[in-house]
C-alpha cells in the first residue's frame, strides 16, 4: 500500500468549478485516488498529493475528510485564525505534505500516521520563529 500512487489529471476543470465553493483557490485538489490539476504537475506537487493519498488510506477516506474539515474549524474558531490561509496551513495533513514533498525519497521512507506528529493549530508564529 506504501508504493501505490494515486492517478494524475493536469489541465482539469475540477479545481476551477470547487474554488467556486472553496474560501481559498484551488490549483491541485486530492480526491481519495484521484489528484485534479489546473495545470500540469510538478515532482514537488505529485509527491505532496502522494502524501495525501496515503493519509486517506490511513484514515479510510471518510477520516481524511472530517479531520481535514475539523482541523481548519478548529483553527479557524479555536485558535481564531479565521477563514484564512494559515487555517489552512494548520490542517495537520497539509503541515505533513508542505514540509515534506521537497525531500525525494520522503514517500519510501515515510512511517504510516505520520501527520500526528504535527500539532493541532499548527504552529504560533511566534513559535514557529523559535523553531518548535
Ligand atoms: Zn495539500
Redesign the pocket.
Known amino acids: 500500500m506504501k508504493h501505490l500512487k494515486p492517478f494524475f489529471f493536469e489541465n482539469s476543470k475540477i479545481p476551477v468549478w470547487l474554488s467556486k465553493l472553496a474560501p481559498i483557490e484551488i490549483s491541485t485538489i ?1 480526491l481519495f485516488c484521484f489528484v485534479f490539476s489546473r495545470s500540469s504537475i510538478s515532482e514537488e506537487t505529485k509527491r ?2 502522494t ?2 493519498f496515503q493519509q486517506y488510506l490511513e484514515t479510510f477516506v471518510i477520516g481524511f475528510l472530517l479531520i481535514y474539515l475539523f482541523d481548519y474549524l478548529w483553527s479557524a474558531l479555536v485558535r481564531k485564525k479565521g477563514f484564512t490561509r494559515d487555517s489552512y496551513l494548520a490542517i495537520r ?2 503541515q505533513e ?2 514540509e515534506c514533498d521537497k525531500f525525494i525519497n520522503y514517500l519510501e521512507t515515510r512511517k504510516r500516521y505520520s501527520w500526528l506528529k504535527y500539532p493541532l493549530g499548527g504552529l504560533d508564529s511566534s513559535e514557529k520563529e523559535q523553531g518548535r
Open positions: 486530492t505532496h498529493e502524501i495525501h495533513f497539509e505534505a508542505l
